[in-house]
């Protein structure tokens, strides 16, 4: 199964990098939603939270808040303080996540949320520096239209 545009993501409770257990509903401000979905090597993840972190204005300037979900927090060294990182050691909420309409599974992706956790558009991330701040773009020319 693979998310599609308009499809919810299920709600989940999971434990953050802060070492909490966390609702990911009880979390939302009611803005926009960027979930970075991540598994694999550790120093694509922290280059992809590095420049969701230089894109912070933009994404606070429409209400949008950043999320991730990885397989091992302890990989994240980059600290955004705003963001919430979730660990999903079964890997099963990361599956339906990363997987892709043409049935592919991606190790890093970006999807944007409503505020109802709806899909708007999802973003699969190969070279994080370029991609992030591509999709970040396009989100905010979506969001203007």
């Excluded at 190790?107 to 370029?130: C, G, T, Y």
């Amino acid at each position: 199964m693979s998310l599609r545009i308009g499809d919810r993501i299920p709600n989940f409770q999971l434990p953050s990098k802060d070492g909490l257990k966390r609702i990911f509903y009880f979390e939302l401000n009611g803005g926009v939603i960027i979930l970075l979905a991540s598994r694999g090597p550790a120093a694509a993840i922290n280059e992809c939270f590095t420049e969701l972190g230089s894109c912070m204005e933009v994404i606070s300037g429409f209400g949008g808040q950043v999320f991730g979900v990885t397989d091992n927090v302890s990989k994240i060294k980059v600290n955004l303080s705003s963001s919430i990182i979730f660990e999903d050691k079964e890997g099963k909420l990361s599956d339906l996540l990363l997987s892709g309409s043409d049935e592919k599974h991606h190790n890093l992706k970006l999807l944007v949320l409503d505020p109802n956790q709806r899909v708007l558009v999802q973003f699969a991330i190969n070279d994080p520096k370029k991609d992030i701040t591509a999709s970040i773009k396009a989100l905010m020319r979506i969001l203007d239209a």
